[in-house]
């Protein structure tokens, strides 16, 4: 499942959970391009080509893939501001996280968030959910079209 113009954007804080989400998606085969971001900030800046990523080319993700507890701005507060905002509306994100807290989940979907996974603690069934996820968020979803984010660099027609 290569497919590099079907961008991934990994938030996450843990150094730990990165190198297991990256690990898991090398065991899928699925060689899509994963950008990583460290915490809610710097999310927001990737999503909003602004501050360090101000001039970024890349195009915009399939999928983000959020925490829920990130450094300077919480999962929760990125999704809010996705949803805000006509450029994020309508992407496609999964809570890919530990927290188990009922609060979390309605929260998540109260604020428009497209799936809610917990982290599975075993590495093989962590890695069938990345393989699923995988499979149908990159396969078999179909996406909004570019144009659909409007200020993005396509504009909608």
């Not at 391009?33 to 900030?41: E, L, N, T």
């Not at 990125?78 to 999964?94: E, G, I, S």
Request: charged share 30%.
């Amino acid at each position: 499942m290569l497919d590099e113009t079907k961008v991934i954007l990994l938030v996450e804080d843990n150094p730990d959970d990165e190198a297991l989400t990256l690990r898991a998606f090398a065991k899928n085969n699925i060689g899509n391009r994963i950008v990583i971001v460290r915490d809610g900030a710097e999310a927001l800046d990737w999503l909003f080509k602004r501050g360090q990523y101000a001039g970024r080319q890349d195009p915009e993700p399939q999928i983000v893939l959020l925490d829920l507890k990130l450094p300077k701005v919480d999962g929760l507060e990125v999704l809010r501001q996705m949803r805000d905002d006509p450029r994020t509306k309508l992407m496609p994100v999964v809570i890919l996280t530990s927290s188990r807290e009922q609060r979390d989940v309605i929260d998540g979907y109260k604020l428009g968030v497209n799936a809610y996974i917990q982290k599975p603690v075993d590495f093989d069934e962590f890695r069938k959910v990345i393989e699923q996820i995988g499979m149908f968020w990159l396969v078999v979803n179909e996406a909004p079209p570019p144009g659909a984010f409007v200020g993005s660099d396509q504009t909608a027609p």
